[in-house]
């Protein structure tokens, strides 16, 4: 989600929407665009995914920056369908795509202008089938992001409801005839001039607010779920969902309204074979990730532990060791992704420190939850080479190749390439078998290999010192994981095991295997910053 806007990016999408109303026929009530509302009845077209294919690994897509097919220097669908090969490889079992329907802002997609269309640069309809057919071929799902919250200022329903006080269109935002007063959002007033009134419009004042409390846009919004659902896209992420409903300058933000709405959502999709759907609500994760909401959602803060406990820092190790003994197994983990206030890139968050970036890397594809790769972290990728802006640096064009254009395209490149590009690219450490794409597949790998890594509940998780052991338990598998952070070699015990149970290696191929003692209780010679694990099957 995009929370800032420059000025002169707010005086562009003005003259746009200007020249987008004389298409319209110079904005005139009898000559205002029409609103695509045509209900979509469900037709559930099935899935051939595997049964376990949402417990898996995913990979955060921003369409734009992956793969460019044609040379405009643009990514687009044909060229994400070109590079499913080394998603396949890399061992994930689902996409998110960044939002890949129309857009007024022409870039992160988030101002949707037409929510049953794709972005002219990625393509057509036609490219998204053959992008879901060749997925789906490989076992992996595809996810898209859809944006309940707000639309583009050019889409139909907004463009008719700032033609006039009088539109029929009008209570499908949120229009006040004087400014209100008191409102901050986000350091800002969220309240915009409009036509005879002012709109609610928090991110951006060309992202006007729906007025999700109106139940034909609630139902607007299900008959475009329904139209995806139908053409066989496996899930949706939804943005902002914490910010769904108003009730007032202090009561914007998680009101009840909003988990009810998400609820709803979550029926209609649960309603359709083997789909997914993670929310975005950086504020209050766990509420939304409960099943009286979105069923799933995004660790916000987890991250943060994350990282820090790659560091050494021993309170972050004890917050990753007891996070899930309150959080739901629903919860979506990721190390960073395209907003700046989820972090910088890992890259950078770790000054390029790879043993500590690996040992990261590993505790949250190891722990419960549903993973989230953002494109690039498996290789390493660093932000921008150029000062383009805080979120526009992390969503740069992958990079495939050390050339000068990264391999993204044959034209100019949209936007400036990695800092690192030249070295951290997919070509190089595909060919080095000791690469940090190379431990990404391994780790991947392991937890693929092993039901109880896959879908197992946490036990047993125990801090000590800059060491962390866990357990993941499913049926008669047990994992063992221990990992040490620290810069010497550490004893790591768990306990709470089988009596004399074999301690048998998965990770790292090198390694060797263990044994409990009579008491259930085995400890291992962990080497400084790395990771162990172990499976015990009776």
Known sequence: MMKTSTSTRGLLAALALALFLVACGGGGSSELPTVDKSPVVAADPGSTLPADWRQGVFAEIFVRGYKDSNGDGIGDLRGLTQSLDHLQNLGVTGLWLMPITRSQDGDHGYAVADYRSIEPAYGSLADLDELLAQAHARGIGVIVDYVMNHSAAQHPAFVNANSSASNAYRN????????????????????????????????????????????????????????????????????????????????????????????????????????????????????????????????????????????????AIAAVANYFATAPAGMATMLSNHDRFAGERLWNQLGGNEAQYRLAAATYLLQP????????????????????????????????????????????????????????????????????????????????????????????????????????????????????????????????????????????????????????????????????????TP
């Open 172 to 315: 499908w935002y949120l229009f006040q005839a004087s400014q209100p007063q008191g409102w901050s959002v986000y350091g800002g007033n969220p309240w915009r001039s409009g036509s005879g009134g002012y709109y609610y419009a928090p991110f951006w004042d060309q992202m006007p607010d729906f007025n999700l409390k109106n139940a034909e846009v609630v139902d607007f919004h299900h008959d475009n779920l329904r139209f995806w659902l139908n053409r066989g896209i496996d899930g949706f992420r939804f943005d902002a969902v914490g910010n769904l409903v108003e009730n007032g300058a202090g009561a914007w933000l998680n009101q009840p309204e909003n988990y009810a709405l998400m609820n709803g959502v979550r029926q209609l999709v649960g309603s359709y074979q083997q789909r997914f759907m993670v929310c975005e609500g950086p504020d209050d994760p766990i509420g939304f990730a409960q099943t009286t909401a979105c069923g799933s959602a995004f660790a916000f803060g987890h991250q943060s532990n994350l990282i820090n406990a790659a560091r050494g820092n021993t309170t």
């Open 369 to 536: 939850g549903t993973p989230f790769i953002y494109y690039g972290e498996e290789i390493g990728m660093a932000g921008a080479s150029a000062n383009i802006g805080d979120d526009p640096k992390l969503r740069t064009p992958m990079s495939w190749a050390g050339d000068a254009k990264a391999g993204f395209t044959t034209g100019t490149p949209f936007r400036a390439l990695s800092a690192n590009a030249a070295s951290n690219n997919v070509a190089a450490q595909g060919a080095d078998p000791n690469s940090l794409l190379n431990f990404y597949k391994a780790v991947i790998a392991v937890r693929r290999a092993h039901p109880s890594l896959m879908a197992g509940t946490h036990a047993g998780a125990t801090a000590s010192g800059t060491t962390l052991s866990f357990q993941r338990v499913l049926g008669n598998e047990r994992a063992v994981v221990m990992i040490n952070y620290g810069g010497t070699t550490a004893n790591v015990t768990a306990a709470g095991l089988p009596a004399n149970s074999v301690l048998v290696n998965a990770f790292p191929a090198s390694g060797t295997d263990a044994a409990a003692d009579a008491g259930g209780s085995a400890t291992v010679g962990v080497p400084a910053q790395s990771v162990r694990v172990f499976i015990i």
